[in-house]
């Protein structure tokens, strides 16, 4: 281990005063075997050169390089540092080098997603299927949501929020992926579909909604009372797969997004319909903690994750009326 001019080989362990400039040197000389050449190789004057192998020396306990005959040639004890000192020079230099680009094929990780379940069943099967022919070694991981999305975004326990995301956090990154529609969404052959879809027998049927907390108002009920009028919701449900099934035996009618929810939907052999009622948009993003904004891992699921989402719609259409 090299230490500074004058420190007694006992504080050899006080690695602030360190001097690493030292491995520059070293390598420099080890290479070069030669004073003046490894002091042109650093810009260095011949006599600073020489100083600097003085202090090598005295931080070694060794003579690093002596002459023989016209030339210098390494001691034993420089020759076996030779490896060393240039794989602690390549590891340091590698620090301030930003991250090679991931090879997903060698990829050996386990990426934690938040998403709601409409989103899994949208595109977790393509998700699944594109990491396992690029990145055989990856598992992803797809955990129950909690009532706070965002804190585990800040504590690392999940590595990716995807979904609608509908407020910004300073210290949270967030990206736009696509835009949606809401719309209805019933069995075949329900009583509302047997006619125009007005606010006025839109509100009158029962509803059915899908929330992990168990709410039961939202957007619609607000879009509703700017017109007067009330909806009945006659259950909550936590997921939107229970929320389709539970349509497709009942009088009830629910939302869902057109083109996350279309092929679930369509699976079940169910209905979507235009819903009479100036709705937002909904907008689906994907989030992260700025701690990943630079691991080439994170970056290859960012990418997997965008050009899903953001790739051909696997969404049927909604049927006219």
């Known amino acids: 281990m090299l230490i500074a001019p004058g420190e007694s080989p006992g504080n050899r362990d006080a690695p602030s005063r360190l001097d690493l400039n030292l491995l520059i040197a070293l390598d420099a000389l080890l290479a070069e075997e030669s004073v003046t050449a490894a002091a042109d190789r650093l810009g260095l004057s011949g006599p600073a050169m020489s ?11 060794d003579p690093v390089l002596v002459r023989a005959g016209r030339r210098m040639v390494p001691t034993p004890r420089a020759q076996a540092l030779r490896a060393d000192v240039r794989r602690v020079l390549d590891d340091a230099r590698a620090l301030f080098v930003a991250g090679a680009p991931a090879d997903p094929a060698t990829l050996r990780r386990t990426f934690t997603l938040s998403a709601h379940d409409s989103h899994i069943m949208a595109f977790g099967a393509a998700l699944l299927g594109r990491a396992a022919r690029q990145a055989p070694g990856v598992t992803l991981r797809f955990p129950a949501e909690g009532p706070d999305r965002m804190a585990p975004l800040r504590d690392g326990t999940i590595d990716l929020e995807l979904g609608v995301i509908d407020r910004d956090e300073p210290e949270i990154r967030v990206e736009p992926l696509l835009e949606d529609r809401v719309v209805g969404v019933a069995r ?24 992990r907390r168990g709410r039961l108002a939202g957007p619609v009920d607000e879009a509703l009372a700017a017109q007067g009028l009330r909806r009945r919701v006659i259950a909550a449900v936590p997921t939107f797969a229970a929320a389709l099934y539970a349509l497709s035996g009942t009088d009830a009618v629910g939302t869902m997004s057109e083109r996350i929810g279309g092929p679930a939907a369509a699976a079940l052999g169910l209905r979507t319909f235009e819903i009479p009622l100036d709705l937002p948009p909904l907008s689906i993003r994907m989030a992260w903690h700025p701690r990943h904004e630079a691991d080439s891992g994170h970056r290859w699921l960012r990418d997997l994750v965008r050009d899903v989402v953001c790739g051909p719609s696997p969404a049927a259409p909604t049927e006219p009326r």
């Open 51 to 61: 100083r600097t192998l003085g202090r090598i020396r005295r931080a070694l306990g």
């Open 188 to 211: 075949p052959g329900h009583p509302l579909l047997d006619g125009p879809v007005t606010p006025r027998r839109y509100a009158a049927a029962h509803h059915i909604a899908d929330s």
